[in-house]
Nanobody
Framework: VQLVESGGGLVQAGASLRLSCTAS????????MGWFRQAPGKEREFVGS????????HYADSVRGRITITRDNVKNTMYLQMNGLKPEDTAVYYC??????????????????WGQGTLVTVSS
């Protein structure tokens, strides 16, 4: 399975951005998926996750209320909608997938497949 993130870029504080994570090689309709991020000089951290059918989501406290994770299993794609971006949201954002898909988890070691990341830079 290959995961490819897209949609990153340079935005001003307060802007919105939507990241996409598209899978190839296998359908991910039975996988839970997650978003993580790694800021410069910091460890990778959990952002949010979504169950296989989108019925359950779990968000980190630091972003709850500003982000929404959705997925389109027909397109084999997961999305991360981010609103009200802050400079501290600057990071490389990674998507990941795990099986089985009913469990939404914030633990990185629970995820099997990872993308290469897309950079989001928020200027003040």
């Amino acid at each position: 399975v290959q995961l490819v993130e897209s949609g990153g870029g340079l935005v001003q504080a307060g802007a919105s951005l939507r990241l996409s994570c598209t899978a190839s090689g296998r359908t991910l309709s039975s996988y839970a998926m997650g978003w993580f991020r790694q800021a410069p000089g910091k460890e990778r951290e959990f952002v949010g996750s979504i169950s296989w059918n989108g019925g359950r989501t779990h968000y980190a406290d630091s972003v709850r209320g500003r982000i929404t994770i959705t997925r389109d299993n027909v397109k084999n794609t997961m999305y991360l909608q981010m609103n009200g971006l802050k400079p501290e949201d600057t990071a490389v954002y990674y998507c990941a997938a795990r099986f089985p898909g009913n469990l939404v988890t914030s633990n990185m070691t629970d995820y099997t497949y990872w993308g290469q990341g897309t950079l989001v830079t928020v200027s003040s």
